[in-house]
């Protein structure tokens, strides 16, 4: 299917690109607010908000899996294809400075920019998984220090009963000992949904992110 988007943010071609991506069952009608509240204004990135490529009941879904968080490997190469078809339009690698790409997932859609990052981590300068857990067991690699270097930004709630404890757990783990990533974590009280302090958090981190990216010779606190 043709990809469907939202954009908000700059209408600069060279400039940043943050994909936000939407979780099981929802559109990315449901993840662009998220957007105002990221965009830093004059000469900040271009904000895209992304419909997953499966239809799931009155939405959209990346990914079928064989239970929540756990998607089929196939599945997850599939879609992930798709995106990348649509990403290397949106942002050409062979162009002397490719814009930067930073994925920002909810649920399942960051279950799926996990996977995408797994997948290719030089693509990405960052990777933002909320509420959700990274698709372990699913053709992507999760081998120590895979992910050395990477700008990750991980939100968590404690009362989440929606990502299978089990797997909240693999991800905080893999992130914090064995990825390697250049870590940001938050945790919250709350269950499986956006906070105000998690959005003050994010923006903050990738303001820092987008901050390095575009002038690399400052240090950026990113963790």
């Known amino acids: 299917m043709d990809p469907v988007v939202l954009r908000r943010g700059s ?5 940043p690109l943050v994909v936000l991506l939407h979780g099981r069952g929802a559109t990315e009608a449901d993840v662009i607010g998220l957007a105002d509240h990221l965009h830093a204004g004059e000469g900040g990135p271009e904000l895209v908000a992304l419909r997953a490529p499966i239809a799931e009941g009155g939405g959209f879904a990346w990914f079928a899996n064989a239970g929540i968080g756990r998607p089929l490997p196939d599945s997850l190469a599939a879609s992930t294809a798709w995106f990348r078809t649509w990403l290397d339009a949106e942002a050409p690698l062979d162009v002397e400075r490719p814009r930067p790409v930073v994925l920002v997932g909810f649920s399942g ?21 909320l509420f959700a ?13 895979h992910l050395a ?6 939100a968590q ?15 905080w783990e893999y992130l914090h000992e064995t990825s390697g990533a250049a870590l940001t974590a938050v945790r919250t009280p709350g269950g499986h949904g956006m906070t105000a302090d998690v959005v003050v958090a994010l923006r903050e981190w990738l303001s820092a992110v987008l901050e390095t990216v575009q002038h690399p010779t400052q240090q950026a606190r990113l963790g």
Do not use: K, M
Not at 110 to 128: K, N, Q
Not at 149 to 154: I, K, M, P, S
């Open 157 to 171: 709630g404690d009362a989440d009963t929606v990502i299978p404890p089990e797997l909240q757990r693999r991800t």
């Open 109 to 129: 859609g960051a279950t799926f920019a996990g996977g995408a990052l797994l997948a290719d981590p030089s693509r990405f300068v960052g990777l933002a998984t």
């Open 11 to 15: 209408t600069d071609p060279a400039a």
């Open 149 to 154: 270097g990477a700008a990750v930004f991980v």
């Open 133 to 145: 857990t990274l698709p372990f067991d699913a053709g992507v690699p999760t081998t120590p220090g």
